[in-house]
């Protein structure tokens, strides 16, 4: 140690340094606790659904350290390895609310993208009049569809869908999804549409398309992030819509959030048959959610920034 | 776009002879007629001096249905391009039509009469009984406090989603892993929610978060016990799966900020906190009143976790009007009281919603500037 050392870092430097390296402790403290309060509940929903009563009550966290995972949530449902082959009706009665959850939210997002695109494409290009309505009367007799309550809406459907027969139906979940979904696809993909030039359809026009004929194969096309975007936001929404569906469907109809709140009314609550059901509840949007972060987060600023 | 003329001027010559024009009308009115004709029909077997006597009034929708298509069609016939144009509308409009504006004009009629859907009696008109009924009903009051209450949590999780998104714009590693992780609790359905974080993790004896409470000292937790405490708590369960929301729309808005602003300020010896104060959060005002007015609407519509978790208890303390609404509906099947209450909601809704509004237009564009 007998060589001095010939360069230093000045003190203010090193301050410095042992400035940045607190300030990077704090943000990833922040980061990694926030990401425990975000994942925790998916992870203990997980677990618990391999749990049997002695390991709840325990309150046991980590499988294989604290507890042996067991079938017992999911052969509850008729989905665990040995039930699988088996007839099961609560299986089919839960296929089937899957189903239904799938198609009626499936059937309104593409529903409402399709009439939402339209009416968004509409308003971004032409001038409208219908009588005292100029576009920015139309814009708002869309856009605030969304401040409507779905309760206010929710009674007189009851009665309407029962003199119409609809009740218990998935038409008719279909149609109010749309509803409800309809204002935030015209939101977002008004903002796609107006960021496209018009240049490129008047070229169209010059080249002989007509105003449907540009719209389907040059615009649409082009702005397809954006309704992919549109698409997959009416997706979770309508996938987790709980109010209209208790309201409005009894037994054929019913979706799996239904299903998934029938199930804690009861007096004991079966912990790992409901962690196993609220896991198959969530599953399909958390799949969607890592895959096609992009695209969510893509609408979901779309309207923010201008 | 409140420019005159269209964005995309398109010129046709459009030769629409006279018998165009006249099946095009015919079209049109011939529609209207049978739709009129539809509900004259429904009408009239309603009142029993129709011989077919019809169990639901199917008949009126597909009236409308047909009545809906022609107009669409002579849109095309009698004005040809421009009618093209309005096609893209159309549907919209018709669809929204039969799905808002009818049922809400029904919904009028059904809020001034006393109807149990579950008695066999039907409908009775009832004047202003229920809006007196409403007067005096603590429940529906305390409701709407509750709501005041749910929305001013906004203002705390809008400090909590900014600061997460000031985090996640800034220099961090794996910034994809955390985005996604952050943004997952807004996929998850609100009862899944409900059962996982409020029936299972907070269950007193042995839930997670329970035990984590004893562990930090408090003795006997319970999170649903006292009115103000289960309010915080569906509160925070809320706050949970919509923070992400918010906090990807300011961190769009954050993207969006060029950076030489920032660093001006910097070169100009403006600090980290004068920096924030002084440049970033002005830029981001209006994506901050953007989030915060679709939080407060989504806000609006909250009750799902709370007719799942603790359906208005203890006494009505956590009730939102949604859920009060709901388990009126679900304990006496009183749908007129009941749509009363919402529509006084809407009012209410429509009326704060427009203050804020005027207020932050007010507050965004001072009126010197114009």
Known sequence: MSDTQIFHDSRSDLAYKAGWLSKRVVIYGILILWTVICLFPIYWTLTTSFKIAPDVMKGNMIPWVDYTPQWRGWKSLGLSPDTIGMESTVREEFLKRFWNSTISALCSSALAVIIGSMVAYGLSRFNYRFGFMRNPDISFFFLSQLILPPVVLALPFLVLYKELALLDTRIGLILLYTLTVLPIVIWIMRDQFQSIPVELEEAALVDGLSVWGAFLTIIVPIALPGLVAAFILSLVLTWNEYFFAALLTSTDAKTLPVMVASQTGSQGINWWAMAALSWAAIMPLIVIGIVLERYIIKGMASGAVK | ?370
Not at chain 2, 8 to 25: A, E, K, S, Y
Not at chain 2, 129 to 143: E, H, L, S, T
Not at chain 2, 347 to 353: D, T
């Open chain 2, 1 to 370: 776009m409140s420019t005159d003329g269209d964005l995309l001027h398109v010129v046709t010559l459009d030769n629409i002879t006279p018998q165009r024009m006249r099946f095009g009308n015919l079209l049109k009115w011939g529609g209207l007629a049978f739709m009129a004709a539809c509900f004259l029909v429904l009408t009239l077997s309603e009142l029993g001096a129709f011989p077919i006597a019809f169990e639901t009034w199917r008949l009126g929708l597909f009236g409308y249905l047909v009545w809906a298509t022609c107009l669409c069609a002579a849109q095309v016939v009698l004005r040809g391009e421009q009618g093209k144009r309005t096609l893209f509308i159309l549907p919209g409009v018709l669809f929204v039509v039969a799905m808002v504006v009818f049922p809400l004009l029904f919904s009028l009629g059904i809020a001034f009469s006393d109807w149990n859907l579950a008695s066999p009696d039907g409908r009775k008109f009832n004047g202003l009984d229920n809006v007196r009924q409403m007067w005096g009903d603590p429940f529906y009051w305390n409701a709407l406090k509750n709501m005041v209450w749910y929305t001013l949590a906004i203002i705390v999780e809008y400090a909590i989603a900014f600061g997460l998104a000031l985090i996640l714009a800034s220099e961090i590693r794996a910034r994809k892993f955390f985005r996604v992780a952050f943004l997952l609790p807004l996929m998850l359905s609100p009862v899944a929610v409900s059962w996982m974080i409020g029936k299972s993790m907070l269950e007193v004896r042995f839930g997670p978060l329970a035990r984590l409470a004893r562990t930090l000292g408090w003795d006997s937790p319970s999170f649903f016990g006292s009115p103000e405490i289960a309010r915080l708590t569906i509160m925070v369960m809320d706050a949970w799966t919509f923070i992400p929301f918010m906090m990807i729309m300011i961190l769009a808005g954050l993207q969006a900020i060029p950076k030489e602003v920032q660093e001006a300020a910097k070169v100009d010896g403006a600090g980290p906190w004068r920096n924030f104060w002084e440049v970033t959060f002005p830029l981001m005002l209006p994506v901050s009143i953007t989030a915060i007015l679709i939080r407060i609407i989504f806000k609006l519509k909250l009750a799902d976790i709370i007719i799942n978790v603790t359906a208005g208890g203890p006494g009505g303390a956590t009730d939102s009007v949604t859920s009060f609404i709901f388990r009126e509906y679900r304990d006496r099947s009183n749908v007129g009281y009941g749509t009363l209450l919402a529509i006084i909601y809407l009012i209410l809704i429509v009326i704060a919603i427009t203050i804020f509004m005027k207020l932050v237009d007010r507050w965004m564009n001072p009126r010197y500037l114009k």
